[in-house]
Every structure is written in C-alpha cells, then in structure tokens.
C-alpha cells in the first residue's frame, strides 16, 4: 500500500509537473502570441481608419478641384486668352438678332491693358425698337462674355417708335 501512495503521489506529482512545463511552455507563449496578434489587429483596424479617412479627404479634395476647374473654365470663357474679334462681333450680332434689332455697325477701337487683363473698345451701332433694344442690353448681360457697356446715345428716326443706338463697349482678353 505504501508503494501505492508513493506510485500515487509521483504520479501525481509527475502530472502537475507535467501541467507546470505544458503551461509553462504551450500555454503562456501562445497566450502571448495571441496577445500579440490581438494587438496587432487593433492596430491594422486604426491604420485602416486612418487610410479610410484619407480615402474619404481625397475624394472630397477631388470634389473641390474638380468644382474648380468649372469655375475657371467659365472664367476662362468669360475672359478668355485670345482676342477673337471675329467671335465677339459674330456674338453681338447674335444677340441682336435674338433680340430683334439690327446691327449696322461695329467698330472694333483701342486696345488698352491692364493689369494682365486686355481691354478692346468697341462702338455698336444698332437700329431698332426702345424695347429690343432694353432685351439687346438685357441679353449683353446675360453673354458668358463679360462685355461692358460704356456709353449710349440715342437718335430718334423720322418714326416714334425706331431709334438708331451708339453703344460703347468694352471686351477683356488675358495675355496669353
């Protein structure tokens, strides 16, 4: 019986030490691996919010830049780099059909620069009606082109209600 106990107690003995090196050298490295691994996980998820973020920051930025270059090519269209005399008088005339006045004349004058910016003159003579000639000016207005109107003298015709109009105005061009 004695045996017994001794066979029990280092067996026993045997189990725990046994259960000792398993935790010892099993259990807690892979306890700490895991540890570590959790870790980095958490830090991958962080890194992918941040990038997340960014994503997020360049779209919005893209969104921007692209809103941008709308804006400056309706500037550009407004003011754009070249003369094209033959484009703003083709313009006026436009406008003046549209606004069912007849345009006689249109004298291209000076150029004058400011600033970067072109100045030509122009002086627009147009026969027509009072009320073509406020949708003419209405319509000059509304132009992509900024075209500025100067001066306006008015002459009556032999009629009341046909007038001969002398506009000045002003168109801008970059330097190129």
Do not use: H, W
């Amino acid at each position: 019986m004695q045996r017994k106990t001794i066979f029990d107690s280092i067996l026993t003995l045997g189990t725990g030490l046994i259960v000792i090196i398993f935790v010892y050298f099993l259990y807690i490295p892979l306890y700490n691996q895991l540890k570590e691994r959790s870790q980095e996980i958490t830090n991958k998820q962080k890194e992918i919010e941040v990038k997340a973020q960014t994503v997020e920051d360049l779209e919005k930025l893209q969104t921007k830049y692209n809103t941008r270059k709308a804006d400056e090519e309706a500037i550009e269209k407004s003011i754009p780099t070249e003369e094209e005399v033959a484009l703003i008088i083709r313009q006026i005339n436009q406008i003046a059909q549209e606004s069912k006045v007849f345009c006689n004349l249109i004298e291209r004058k000076e150029i004058a620069e400011e600033n970067g910016i072109n100045k030509v003159n122009f002086t627009i003579e147009i026969g027509g009606s009072y009320e073509g000639f406020k949708k003419f000016l209405e319509n000059i207005e509304k132009s992509n082109r900024i075209i500025d109107i100067n001066s306006i003298q008015l002459t009556s015709i032999n009629s009341e209600s046909s007038y001969n109009f002398t506009v000045g105005a002003s168109v801008y061009f970059q330097e190129s």
